[in-house]
T-cell receptor, first 110, second 113 residues
Framework: KAGVTQTPRYLIKTRGQQVTLSCSPISGHRSVSWYQQTPGQGLQFLFEYFSETQRNKGNFPGRFSGRQFSNSRSEMNVSTLELGDSALYLC?????????FGPGTRLTVT | AQRVTQPEKLLSVFKGAPVELKCNYSYSGSPELFWYVQYSRQRLQLLLRHISRESIKGFTADLNKGETSFHLKKPFAQEEDSAMYYC???????????????FGQGTILTVHP
């Protein structure tokens, strides 16, 4: 089975812009979760989507949003980017209670 | 609220020595505990899940609900075990894990030759 894929792998944006990241889960997995990884805060949960519905949400401002499509692919959007949004964004798809992670998208906000 | 604590940020051992990476958690419900590992330049990958009770790459971990701990152990460390290790917790209702993992801050394990 192909693993979780994320696009793009690297992104540089300017403060105030918005960005959309994409995640394709493992075939057959219906749950996709998103995490933010930074040196200071570590791995923090953003949100989870299951069958196109947000099932869980972390403690992030409303600038962070997501959605899931009928084929389980998911996108995450960050509006009005701030310097502190620079991070590695990971998505994970779940099967049988286990999460499998993608390689991440490295977002740099300048 | 769920919380995972990994008290050691760095851990160094010599090859062949036993290693124990500590993990403590707090969760009011029925937790599912995991250990994830991230080798250099690789993606985060699942190492162990407490309900499977398997030994992966020589590592084992036992859930101690009384002490709310899930320490990762290996009797004889190898150089290829050098990596970042994360303990993670997921809430579980009715035996189904939800897709929200709470991670500890991670422990960097270095195994010296």
């Amino acid at each position: 089975k192909a693993g979780v894929t994320q696009t793009p792998r690297y992104l540089i944006k300017t403060r105030g812009q918005q960005v959309t990241l994409s995640c394709s889960p493992i075939s057959g997995h219906r749950s996709v979760s998103w995490y933010q990884q930074t040196p200071g805060q570590g791995l923090q949960f953003l949100f989870e989507y299951f069958s196109e519905t947000q099932r869980n949400k972390g403690n992030f401002p409303g600038r962070f949003s997501g959605r899931q499509f009928s084929n389980s692919r998911s996108e995450m959007n960050v509006s009005t980017l701030e310097l502190g949004d620079s991070a590695l964004y990971l998505c994970a798809s779940s099967g049988w209670g286990e999460q499998y992670f993608g390689p991440g998208t490295r977002l740099t906000v300048t | 609220a769920q919380r995972v604590t990994q008290p050691e940020k760095l851990l160094s051992v010599f090859k062949g020595a036993p290693v124990e990476l500590k993990c403590n958690y707090s969760y009011s419900g029925s937790p599912e505990l995991f250990w994830y590992v991230q080798y250099s330049r690789q993606r985060l990958q699942l190492l162990l899940r407490h309900i499977s009770r398997e030994s992966i790459k020589g590592f084992t971990a036992d859930l101690n609900k009384g002490e709310t701990s899930f320490h990762l152990k290996k009797p004889f460390a190898q150089e290829e075990d050098s990596a970042m290790y994360y303990c993670a917790l997921s809430g579980s209702i009715g035996g189904t894990s939800y897709g929200k993992l709470t991670f500890g801050q991670g422990t960097i394990l270095t195994v010296h030759p």
